[in-house]
C-alpha cells in the first residue's frame, strides 16, 4: 500500500518504522526543525531523523491551512491512505479527502475520552485506572472521527507519562497495521464521556500545596518528562522529577521532615529526586547533604 506519513515526535517513531516495514511510505510530514539546547542549533523532529535513516523524503511546511502548494503536493502524491500520529499540524478538508481510504489517526486515549493534545498526562492527572490508543478515521473536528479499531491498557498505580508514552507509542504501531490490513468498518464516536485534553505548558507544572497528596503525587507523574513539576524555595526553583505520598500534616507547602516531606491540603507529598536550578538531579538525600532546609520551612 502507498502512504504517507504525518507525525513529529517520539511518540510516532515506532509506528513510521513499522508502515515503512511492511508498505511504501512515499513521504514523510512532520514539524520544520527548530532551535534547540544550549547553542540553539537547528534541531530536527525524532520522526525527521527516522525518516530520513529510512530514506524517505521528508517534508516539513510550515502551515497547511493556507498553503495551496502544499495541499496539491500531498494530493499529486496519490497516496491509498495518510497515517497520522501527534503531527502537530490540521489538516484540512482537501487534504482529508486526497487519499483513496482517507487520513488516519493513531490516537493516544479511548475516544471519546481525552480528545486534544496531551491525552496521555490527562489520564494518569485524572486517576484513570486504564486508557488505550484508538485508531480514527479523520475529520474537520478535533479527534472527533469515526472509530476503526481500540486497544485498552492498564494504568499502573506508579505509572509515568514516561513509561505510559512508551507503551502505547508500541500498541498504536501495532494496531495501525491491523487497521490497514483489515479495513474495519468505521464506528461514529459516542456522544457521551467526552473530555479534553488540552496542550500542556511549564506554567502548569508548579506545584499547589492545597490540593491532596495523592493529586499532586498523580501530577509529578503525569507531568514526566514534560512539561516537569516544579515548586519554590527561598525564591528559586526547584524541579520535582519524583515523589510519592507520605504520612503528616500541617501548613499546606510546610517541611515537616529531614526527607522532604511536604504537608498538602490532605497528606504529605514526600520529594524523592529534586533538580535545583542550574545543578544535577539527585535524591533527596544527596540534595539535603548540600542544602539546608529544616522542618518548617515553606515551599512555594
Known amino acids: 500500500m502507498n502512504l504517507v506519513f504525518m507525525g513529529s515526535p517520539d511518540f510516532a517513531v515506532p509506528a513510521l518504522t513499522a508502515l515503512a516495514a511492511a508498505h511504501r511510505v512515499l513521504a514523510v510530514y512532520c514539524q520544520p526543525p527548530k532551535p534547540a539546547g544550549r547553542g540553539m542549533a ?16 521528508v517534508r516539513t511546511p510550515a ?10 503536493g500531498f494530493a499529486a502524491l496519490g497516496a491509498d491512505a495518510a497515517v497520522v500520529a501527534a503531527y502537530g499540524l490540521i489538516l484540512p478538508p482537501a487534504m482529508l479527502e486526497a487519499p483513496t481510504r482517507g487520513c488516519l489517526n493513531i490516537h493516544a486515549s479511548l475516544l471519546p475520552r481525552w480528545r486534544g493534545a496531551a491525552p496521555i498526562s490527562a489520564a494518569i492527572l485524572a486517576g484513570d485506572a486504564e486508557t488505550g490508543i484508538t485508531i480514527m478515521r479523520m475529520d474537520e473536528g478535533l479527534d472527533t472521527g469515526p472509530i476503526l479499531l481500540a486497544e485498552r491498557t492498564a494504568i499502573g498505580p506508579r ?71 516544579f515548586c519554590l524555595l527561598d525564591g528559586a526553583v526547584l524541579k520535582v522529577l519524583e515523589a510519592e505520598p507520605a504520612e503528616g500534616a500541617g501548613p499546606p507547602g510546610t517541611v515537616l521532615d529531614e526527607r522532604l ?27 539535603l547533604r548540600g542544602h539546608s532546609v529544616p522542618a518548617g520551612t515553606r515551599l512555594g
Open 159 to 229: 505509572e509515568t507519562a514516561a513509561s505510559l508514552h512508551d507503551r502505547l507509542a508500541g500498541i498504536g504501531a501495532r494496531l495501525i497495521l491491523r487497521a490497514l490490513a483489515e479495513d474495519p468498518p468505521a464506528i461514529p464516536q459516542p456522544d457521551q464521556g467526552v473530555t479534553h485534553a488540552p496542550k500542556l505548558a511549564r506554567a502548569d507544572g508548579r506545584l499547589d500545596w492545597s490540593k491532596d497528596a495523592a493529586a499532586l503525587d498523580r501530577q509529578v507523574r503525569a507531568f514526566d518528562p514534560w512539561p516537569g513539576t
Open 42 to 57: 537547528e534541531t530536527k523532529c525524532a520522526v525527521h531523523r527516522a525518516a530520513e535513516a529510512l530514506g524517505i523524503q
Open 261 to 287: 516531606s511536604v504537608a498538602c491540603g490532605q497528606g504529605a507529598l514526600r520529594l524523592v529526586r529534586v533538580q535545583a536550578a542550574g545543578r544535577r538531579a539527585m535524591d533527596a538525600a544527596d540534595f
Open 63 to 72: 502551515r497547511l491551512k493556507r498553503d495551496e502548494a502544499a495541499q496539491q
